[in-house]
T-cell receptor, first 116, second 115 residues
Framework: GDSVTQMEGPVTLSEEACLTI???????????LFWYVQYPGEGLQLLLK?????DKGSNKGFEATYRKETTSFHLEKGSVQVSDSAVYFC???????????????FGQGTILTVHP | GAGVSQTPSNKVTEKGKYVELRCDPI?????LYWYRQSLGQGPEFLIY????????DSGLPNDRFFAVRPEGSVSTLKIQRTERGDSAVYLC?????????????FGPGTRLTVT
């Protein structure tokens, strides 16, 4: 079955540091890949997505590239801010047999804390 | 506009009791999903509705769990004979249409605690 593995956390950084959160996946079909973010006290929200190999998703200074050869979708940001402190989830939505209805499979989440 | 809402936000119940969790999706969204998030874990899929019908209930853990969406809008997740292991945050999400290309919008969740 489908699965998503994220790097062990939590991650603690100083403001303006570089961020990488690793994500690898296993899928039987043709997945789309996502990063969701959960800010303190708020619900899950989509951060970025990529729908096919070599696509790059980007939003709010975050980027992730869909790497089919390494089955990875690592999240990166060049300079983090205190306001980026949140829990980040990598997820996939598979399309097996040509059909998909959007069911998401999530990784376990990575807690990011950014200090001033 | 209004997002996905879930009620109650918190529910504490005793082991063996019955609970209902409600989800109000974004108006006009045809697809509705339920997920369960245990402490320190990512959300896990429970059930998906397309309109009024449950198109995939493969994530429901056992027959104590049941969900309905009678008019194709509001959905209720029902748990019978609750167990302590059912304690988790139950998330609802909706999207305009089903499929990989449509963003799922999540509600704030219902935190269920079974004592």
């Amino acid at each position: 079955g489908d699965s998503v593995t994220q790097m062990e956390g939590p991650v603690t950084l100083s403001e303006e540091a570089c961020l990488t959160i690793n994500c690898t996946y296993t899928a039987t079909g043709y997945p789309s890949l996502f990063w969701y973010v959960q800010y303190p006290g708020e619900g899950l929200q989509l951060l970025l997505k990529a729908t096919k190999a070599d696509d790059k998703g980007s939003n709010k200074g975050f980027e992730a590239t869909y790497r089919k050869e390494t089955t990875s979708f690592h999240l990166e940001k060049g300079s983090v801010q205190v306001s980026d402190s949140a829990v980040y989830f990598c997820a996939l939505s598979d399309r097996a047999g040509g059909t998909s209805y959007g069911k998401l499979t999530f990784g376990q989440g990575t807690i990011l804390t950014v200090h001033p | 506009g209004a997002g996905v809402s879930q009620t109650p936000s918190n529910k504490v119940t005793e082991k063996g009791k019955y609970v209902e969790l409600r989800c109000d999706p974004i108006s006009g969204h045809t697809a509705l999903y339920w997920y369960r998030q245990s402490l320190g874990q990512g959300p896990e899929f429970l059930i998906y509705f397309q309109g009024t019908g449950a198109a995939d209930d493969s994530g429901l853990p056992n027959d104590r769990f049941f969900a309905v969406r009678p008019e194709g809008s509001v959905s209720t997740l029902k748990i019978q004979r609750t167990e302590r292991g059912d304690s988790a945050v139950y998330l609802c999400a909706s999207s305009e249409w089903p499929g990989q290309g449509y963003e799922q919008y999540f509600g704030p969740g219902t935190r269920l605690t079974v004592t």
